[in-house]
């Protein structure tokens, strides 16, 4: 149980377009989820906590205008990096704590390679 | 916020010999503190997490030690093989905080045969 899926697994756009991530909780219904951003040979740095029919809650120093995180359902977060540069290219993960659970492990998606021309 | 620093950032061990990697958390409200296996491009696994009520955890190979007082916690791998080969990554959480992990700067770990 607890899986989580992300698509697409990789991503390749020009400069200015948008790419949206889709972040899915497979067997379980979630409330919240996170997303992060990981820089090659660096950390998972907490972007934004999606919260299921409310507002994202961004991180300091993340734009919100540009990282657009829509929690629509409760097995549903998309990211949305809006027009999109070269510096945006990351590596793009999700996680989704499963209520039900007495304390506060989460569950990864398997990420999304973001790479801008 | 919440601030992990983790140590080494890298660590080079003989097969057989043990890893240790520390961190330590300046939120003395954190209580969670879970420890991630990273491989290369993919998910970071979860291998062993500790609460704050515990002092310690062990499973088979891997061991995590808390100590509240100083706030800093360990991982410790026994016995290690080639496969152990990867970046280790602390975490910490605030359950009050919305459960928000703030991951500490990972260990790059190479079991040399």
């Known amino acids: 149980g607890a899986v989580v899926s992300q698509h697409p697994s990789w991503v390749i756009c020009k400069s200015g377009t948008s790419v949206k991530i889709e972040c899915r909780s497979l067997?379980?219904?979630?409330?919240?989820m996170f997303w992060y951003r990981q820089f090659p040979k660096q950390s998972l740095m907490l972007m934004a906590t999606?919260?299921?029919?409310?507002?994202?809650?961004?991180e300091q120093g993340v734009e919100k205008d540009k990282f657009l995180i829509n929690h629509a359902s409760l097995t549903l977060s998309t990211l949305t990096v809006t027009s999109a540069h070269p510096e945006d290219s990351s590596f793009y993960i999700c996680?989704?704590?499963?209520?039900?659970?007495?304390?506060?492990?989460?569950?990864f998606g398997p990420g999304t390679r973001l790479t801008v021309l | 916020g919440e601030n992990v620093e983790q140590h080494p950032s890298t660590l080079s061990v003989q097969e057989g010999d043990s890893a240790v990697i520390k961190c330590t958390y300046s939120?003395?409200?954190?209580?969670?503190f879970p420890w991630y296996k990273q491989e290369l491009g993919k998910r970071p696994q979860l291998i062993i997490d500790?609460?704050?009520?515990?002092g310690e955890k062990k499973d088979q190979r891997i061991a995590v030690t808390l100590n509240k007082t100083a706030k800093h916690f360990s991982l410790h791998i026994t016995e290690t093989q080639p496969e152990d080969s990867a970046v280790y990554f602390c975490?910490?959480?605030?359950?009050?905080?919305?459960?928000?992990?703030?991951f500490g700067g990972g260990t790059r770990v190479l079991v040399k045969p």
């Open positions: 500790i609460r704050s009520n515990v």
């Open positions: 975490a910490a959480s605030i359950r009050a905080a919305g459960n928000k992990l703030t």
């Open positions: 067997d379980f219904q979630a409330t919240t």
């Open positions: 999606s919260n299921e029919g409310s507002k994202a809650t961004y």
């Open positions: 939120d003395s409200a954190s209580n969670y």
């Open positions: 996680s989704a704590r499963e209520p039900q659970r007495a304390y506060n492990e989460q569950f």
